[in-house]
């Protein structure tokens, strides 16, 4: 009878039984530190101040960043460079803004692969004006801020969907004695490949 049970105690399947569970791996989190770069394409809804034009249109781009991440807080930095298709005529006048970019910081918080982010920065492009046929264009400085939502499809790839608010500041035109700003709002989406 004790042979019988120092052989029952000692095989294979007791012996498992009489071990403590393993404990689950913890699921790896998802990481968003490294370099980035990615294409864009939004609407652009926009007003030029003093003169009453609202130029609107498709535009599109590419963007490069990187970031820093501690725990659930990223940080980066990102710019953009994107060709614009919004026009507008008021009065004789046709406003356009052809090209702009941004050099912006943002904040993030990670949820695993989804970042909820914000932004701001320095924003530049340029707003053109035609009356007949004179046309004048300006170079403009300004600034910009907004947010947007990041979702991580895999450890490379990624999508967004992204607002910003630009604002070019009012600026002499020799054919409009007010002179004229721009100030857009953009609405965008993106990919991007992360390294």
């Known amino acids: 009878m004790v042979v019988v049970g120092v052989v029952i105690a000692a095989s294979p399947a007791h012996a498992q039984s ?3 569970y393993a404990a689950e791996p913890a699921p790896v989190a ?3 530190a490294g370099g980035y770069f990615g294409l864009n394409i939004g609407q652009q809804l926009s007003r030029v101040t003093n003169l009453g034009a609202r130029p ?3 535009g599109g781009g590419g ?3 990187y970031n820093w991440q501690s725990g659930r807080f990223v940080i980066g930095c990102e710019m953009d ?3 614009s298709a919004a026009a507008d005529t008021f009065a004789g006048w046709q406003f356009s803004n052809p090209w702009f970019g941004t050099t912006r910081g943002r904040a993030g918080f990670a949820m695993q692969n989804m970042l909820f982010y914000v932004t701001a920065g320095l924003a530049y492009g340029e707003l053109e004006g035609r009356l007949a046929r004179m046309s ?3 170079t403009r400085m300004g600034w910009t801020a907004g947010g947007g939502v990041e979702v991580g499809i895999n450890r490379n790839w990624s999508a967004r969907a992204e607002y910003l608010f ?3 500041a009012d600026r002499a035109y020799i054919m409009a004695a007010p002179g004229a700003g721009l100030e857009t709002n953009l609405l965008r989406l993106g990919v991007n490949y992360r390294f």
């Open 18 to 20: 009489a071990l403590p």
């Open 30 to 32: 998802y990481n968003w």
């Open 166 to 168: 630009i604002d070019f």
């Open 63 to 65: 963007q490069a960043g």
């Open 81 to 83: 460079l994107q060709g």
């Open 136 to 138: 004048e264009s300006n």
């Open 56 to 58: 609107t249109g498709l």
